[in-house]
Protein backbone atom coordinates (compact mmCIF):
# COMPACT_ATOMS: atom_id res chain seq x y z
CA UNK A 1 0.00 0.00 0.00
CA UNK A 2 3.04 2.12 0.06
CA UNK A 3 3.81 2.32 -3.71
CA UNK A 4 -0.04 3.55 -3.05
CA UNK A 5 0.88 6.50 -0.49
CA UNK A 6 3.03 7.58 -2.84
CA UNK A 7 0.64 8.44 -5.23
CA UNK A 8 -1.13 10.66 -3.44
CA UNK A 9 -3.81 7.98 -2.44
CA UNK A 10 -5.09 7.86 1.29
CA UNK A 11 -5.08 4.26 2.36
CA UNK A 12 -7.48 3.40 5.26
CA UNK A 13 -8.01 0.28 6.77
CA UNK A 14 -11.39 -0.80 7.04
CA UNK A 15 -13.69 -3.67 8.61
CA UNK A 16 -16.96 -4.54 6.59
CA UNK A 17 -20.27 -4.92 9.16
CA UNK A 18 -20.86 -8.46 8.38
CA UNK A 19 -20.12 -12.08 9.48
CA UNK A 20 -17.59 -14.05 7.28
CA UNK A 21 -19.57 -17.09 8.45
CA UNK A 22 -22.74 -15.90 6.82
CA UNK A 23 -20.62 -15.04 3.75
CA UNK A 24 -19.12 -18.10 3.46
CA UNK A 25 -22.72 -19.88 4.11
CA UNK A 26 -24.10 -17.78 1.02
CA UNK A 27 -21.21 -18.60 -1.38
CA UNK A 28 -20.57 -22.59 -0.89
CA UNK A 29 -24.86 -23.05 -0.84
CA UNK A 30 -25.50 -20.83 -3.93
CA UNK A 31 -21.94 -22.41 -5.40
CA UNK A 32 -23.09 -25.91 -4.70
CA UNK A 33 -26.37 -25.22 -6.01
CA UNK A 34 -24.86 -24.22 -8.96
CA UNK A 35 -23.22 -27.86 -8.88
CA UNK A 36 -26.48 -29.37 -9.70
CA UNK A 37 -26.79 -29.10 -13.02
CA UNK A 38 -24.31 -31.34 -12.88
CA UNK A 39 -25.50 -34.26 -11.12
CA UNK A 40 -25.96 -36.13 -14.72
CA UNK A 41 -22.12 -36.63 -14.78
CA UNK A 42 -22.40 -37.89 -11.25
CA UNK A 43 -24.77 -40.83 -12.11
CA UNK A 44 -23.18 -41.75 -15.72
CA UNK A 45 -19.87 -44.18 -14.61
CA UNK A 46 -18.03 -43.70 -17.39
CA UNK A 47 -17.95 -39.60 -16.53
CA UNK A 48 -17.92 -39.78 -13.05
CA UNK A 49 -14.56 -41.42 -12.62
CA UNK A 50 -13.05 -38.82 -15.05
CA UNK A 51 -14.06 -36.27 -12.07
CA UNK A 52 -12.07 -35.13 -8.89
CA UNK A 53 -13.60 -35.99 -5.75
CA UNK A 54 -13.89 -32.44 -4.78
CA UNK A 55 -15.96 -32.01 -7.67
CA UNK A 56 -17.75 -35.36 -6.97
CA UNK A 57 -18.29 -33.47 -3.11
CA UNK A 58 -20.04 -30.07 -4.37
CA UNK A 59 -22.18 -31.76 -6.25
CA UNK A 60 -23.37 -34.40 -3.92
CA UNK A 61 -23.84 -31.69 -1.25
CA UNK A 62 -26.36 -29.59 -3.92
CA UNK A 63 -28.92 -32.77 -3.25
CA UNK A 64 -28.55 -31.56 1.02
CA UNK A 65 -29.66 -28.67 0.03
CA UNK A 66 -33.11 -27.32 0.71
CA UNK A 67 -35.29 -24.12 -0.38
CA UNK A 68 -34.92 -22.60 2.50
CA UNK A 69 -30.91 -22.90 2.41
CA UNK A 70 -31.27 -21.16 -1.15
CA UNK A 71 -33.33 -18.29 0.14
CA UNK A 72 -31.26 -17.97 3.14
CA UNK A 73 -28.09 -17.33 1.18
CA UNK A 74 -30.03 -15.44 -1.79
CA UNK A 75 -30.80 -13.20 1.62
CA UNK A 76 -27.19 -13.11 2.79
CA UNK A 77 -25.88 -12.00 -0.50
CA UNK A 78 -28.57 -9.12 -0.77
CA UNK A 79 -27.34 -7.74 2.92
CA UNK A 80 -23.68 -8.21 1.62
CA UNK A 81 -24.58 -6.11 -1.45
CA UNK A 82 -26.04 -3.83 0.75
CA UNK A 83 -22.76 -3.50 3.12
CA UNK A 84 -20.70 -3.00 -0.03
CA UNK A 85 -23.05 0.11 -0.99
CA UNK A 86 -22.09 1.23 2.08
CA UNK A 87 -18.28 0.67 2.09
CA UNK A 88 -18.38 2.22 -1.56
CA UNK A 89 -20.28 5.10 -0.41
CA UNK A 90 -17.13 6.19 1.83
CA UNK A 91 -14.11 4.27 -0.40
CA UNK A 92 -13.56 4.04 -4.09
CA UNK A 93 -11.71 1.16 -3.78
CA UNK A 94 -11.29 -1.98 -1.04
CA UNK A 95 -8.59 -3.89 -1.16
CA UNK A 96 -7.41 -7.05 0.67
CA UNK A 97 -4.93 -10.22 -0.05
CA UNK A 98 -5.28 -12.36 -3.22
CA UNK A 99 -4.73 -14.87 -1.46
CA UNK A 100 -4.69 -16.62 2.08
CA UNK A 101 -1.39 -18.57 1.53
CA UNK A 102 1.37 -18.02 -0.90
CA UNK A 103 2.15 -20.46 -4.19
CA UNK A 104 2.66 -24.25 -2.56
CA UNK A 105 4.37 -27.55 -4.39
CA UNK A 106 2.41 -28.31 -7.42
CA UNK A 107 2.28 -31.83 -5.46
CA UNK A 108 -0.28 -30.60 -2.91
CA UNK A 109 -3.51 -30.24 -4.15
CA UNK A 110 -4.85 -28.07 -2.27
CA UNK A 111 -3.45 -26.60 1.38
CA UNK A 112 -4.99 -28.58 4.05
CA UNK A 113 -4.35 -26.37 6.96
CA UNK A 114 -3.10 -22.41 7.15
CA UNK A 115 -0.92 -21.41 9.99
CA UNK A 116 -2.76 -24.67 12.69
CA UNK A 117 -6.25 -23.95 11.24
CA UNK A 118 -7.89 -26.80 9.26
CA UNK A 119 -9.49 -26.32 6.11
CA UNK A 120 -12.94 -27.72 6.12
CA UNK A 121 -13.58 -28.32 2.48
CA UNK A 122 -11.44 -27.82 -0.36
CA UNK A 123 -12.10 -24.60 -1.44
CA UNK A 124 -11.82 -22.83 2.45
CA UNK A 125 -8.30 -22.07 1.64
CA UNK A 126 -9.25 -19.24 -1.52
CA UNK A 127 -12.42 -18.09 1.13
CA UNK A 128 -10.44 -14.37 0.52
CA UNK A 129 -11.90 -14.98 -3.05
CA UNK A 130 -15.52 -15.11 -2.05
CA UNK A 131 -15.79 -11.26 -1.09
CA UNK A 132 -15.64 -9.66 -4.67
CA UNK A 133 -16.76 -13.13 -6.20
CA UNK A 134 -20.75 -12.75 -3.89
CA UNK A 135 -20.59 -9.52 -4.75
CA UNK A 136 -20.87 -9.11 -8.41
CA UNK A 137 -18.18 -6.56 -8.22
CA UNK A 138 -15.20 -5.69 -10.15
CA UNK A 139 -11.85 -6.88 -9.37
CA UNK A 140 -8.20 -6.45 -10.50
CA UNK A 141 -4.92 -8.39 -8.65
CA UNK A 142 -1.99 -6.82 -8.52
CA UNK A 143 1.47 -7.76 -7.64
CA UNK A 144 2.79 -6.69 -4.09
CA UNK A 145 5.85 -8.55 -3.85
CA UNK A 146 7.85 -11.46 -2.60
CA UNK A 147 8.29 -13.48 0.62
CA UNK A 148 11.30 -14.41 2.26
CA UNK A 149 11.20 -17.96 0.40
CA UNK A 150 10.35 -15.97 -3.26
CA UNK A 151 6.96 -16.63 -3.62
CA UNK A 152 4.73 -13.76 -5.09
CA UNK A 153 1.30 -12.38 -3.78
CA UNK A 154 -1.06 -10.05 -4.52
CA UNK A 155 -3.37 -8.07 -3.66
CA UNK A 156 -6.92 -7.90 -5.07
CA UNK A 157 -8.54 -3.97 -5.94
CA UNK A 158 -12.39 -3.87 -5.77
CA UNK A 159 -14.62 -1.30 -6.87
CA UNK A 160 -18.63 -0.56 -6.98
CA UNK A 161 -20.83 -2.26 -9.54
CA UNK A 162 -20.28 -1.59 -13.14
CA UNK A 163 -17.50 0.41 -12.37
CA UNK A 164 -15.22 -2.06 -14.09
CA UNK A 165 -13.21 0.61 -16.45
CA UNK A 166 -12.44 2.39 -12.95
CA UNK A 167 -10.67 -0.76 -11.84
CA UNK A 168 -9.06 -1.23 -14.72
CA UNK A 169 -7.32 2.06 -14.66
CA UNK A 170 -6.12 1.65 -11.03
CA UNK A 171 -4.34 -1.29 -12.13
CA UNK A 172 -3.24 0.79 -15.09
CA UNK A 173 -2.00 3.29 -12.80
CA UNK A 174 -1.12 1.06 -10.05
CA UNK A 175 0.93 -1.15 -12.54
CA UNK A 176 3.04 2.30 -13.69
CA UNK A 177 3.80 3.38 -10.56
CA UNK A 178 5.39 0.08 -9.30
CA UNK A 179 8.21 -2.26 -10.73
CA UNK A 180 6.60 -5.36 -9.73
CA UNK A 181 6.27 -6.70 -13.15
CA UNK A 182 9.86 -6.52 -13.90
CA UNK A 183 10.73 -8.44 -10.63
CA UNK A 184 10.85 -12.52 -10.93
CA UNK A 185 10.72 -14.75 -8.79
CA UNK A 186 14.70 -16.68 -7.93
CA UNK A 187 12.54 -19.88 -8.99
CA UNK A 188 11.79 -18.54 -12.30
CA UNK A 189 15.29 -16.57 -13.39
CA UNK A 190 17.18 -19.99 -12.44
CA UNK A 191 15.03 -21.98 -14.94
Not at 22 to 44: I, Q, V
Not at 181 to 190: A, G
Request: glycine residues 6%; negative net charge.
Amino acid sequence: MEEINREGAVVAEVRPRFEPNDLWFSWTTLRHLGRASMKRFLDDPTLSEKLKPELKWEIEQAQYLTEGDRATANAIRGEWYQELDRLFEEYDFLAIPSAQVFPYPKEVKWPSEIEGRKMDTYHRWMEIVILASLGGIPVINVPVGFDKAGRPMGIQIMANFGQDRKVLEFGLAYERSTDFLQQRPKMIESA
